[in-house]
């Protein structure tokens, strides 16, 4: 089974804070995602990445950036956080094919003060 | 702007009935449409996918998909109080690795 792994369940953190929201895969799989949910606002791209070191916007990357040095591993970065990041964060992962599906992290449900 | 459209609901069925979910896309190029299942609380979880025009069938749930009308839909069968649930419907975005997704319906089985 595919696994995608989030490291925090919940997170609560400050105004103005870095924050880091880290995501791991085991399938060896090309694409990573990183997606906000809202309520009434669905599912909305943040960032993605096709490979290693290679990431491109998604619908809403203010205040967002992420890194991507191992194939595994990709990080969601928010500079200096701020009430309006209060969300839940969804990682997810696919591989590049036409009809691959994506496959979700549990979530990490961020509260920022 | 490629979109995804679902109707919010909530869509009330009674339990045993059948559940119809549609969704209809912009993008006349998307090749592959996903259905994912969200509880309260928790992350999507893929119940379907569908890649060629008509029908394909899985347990009580089918897809169906219409290219030429821009729409799909998942119908679910001998409806369960546990099938209650968010039902996102996500489309393969042509020339791009995204997925965009619908903000969901809502469905409740009332027992």
């Known amino acids: 089974d595919v696994k995608v792994t989030q490291s925090s369940r919940y997170l609560v953190k400050r105004t103005g804070e870095k924050v880091f929201l880290e995501c791991v895969q085991d399938m060896d799989h090309e694409n990573m995602f990183w997606y906000r949910q809202d309520p009434g606002l669905g599912l909305r791209l943040i960032y993605f990445s096709y490979d290693v070191k290679m990431k491109e916007k998604g619908d809403i990357p203010e205040g967002y950036s992420v890194s991507r040095e191992k194939k595994e591993r990709f990080s969601l970065i928010l500079e200096s956080a701020s009430t309006n990041q209060t969300s839940m964060y969804l990682c997810?992962?696919?591989?590049?094919?036409?009809?691959?599906?994506?496959?979700f992290g549990s979530g990490t449900q961020l509260s920022v003060l | 702007q490629k979109e995804v459209e679902q109707n919010s609901g909530p869509l009330s069925v009674p339990e045993g009935a059948i559940a119809s979910l549609n969704c209809t896309y912009s993008?006349?190029?998307?090749?592959?449409f996903f259905w994912y299942r969200q509880y309260s609380g928790k992350s999507p979880e893929l119940i379907m996918f569908?890649?060629?025009?008509g029908d394909k069938e899985d347990g009580r749930f089918t897809a169906q998909l219409n290219k030429a009308s821009q729409y799909v839909s998942l119908l679910i069968r001998d409806s369960q109080p546990s099938d209650s649930a968010t039902y996102l419907c996500?489309?393969?975005?042509?020339?791009?690795?995204?997925?965009?997704f619908g903000t969901g319906t809502r469905l409740k089985v009332l027992a």
């Open positions: 996500a489309v393969r975005a042509s020339g791009t690795y995204k997925y965009i």
């Open positions: 993008d006349r190029g998307s090749q592959s």
């Open positions: 997810a992962s696919s591989k590049q094919g036409v009809g691959e599906k994506l496959f």
């Open positions: 569908i890649y060629s025009n």
